[in-house]
């Protein structure tokens, strides 16, 4: 399970990672695969909607590395 919830969150990274700055486009796309992956891993519903609330917060206009 941890495994295939690792793998996952790696390919989401790798997308982002050819992106100059993070649009509310990339975020949503990303944070898509990433709820999917949470809930595939058999986090609870409400605990993945307030962390990727969180997340798409702080990473609206953020320069990727």
Known sequence: ?????????????????????????NISDALRQVRIALLEADVSLPVAKAFLGQVRERAVGQEVL
């Open 1 to 25: 399970m941890f495994d295939n919830l690792s793998d996952r969150l790696q390919d989401v990274f790798k997308n982002l990672r050819g992106q100059g700055q993070l649009t509310e486009e």
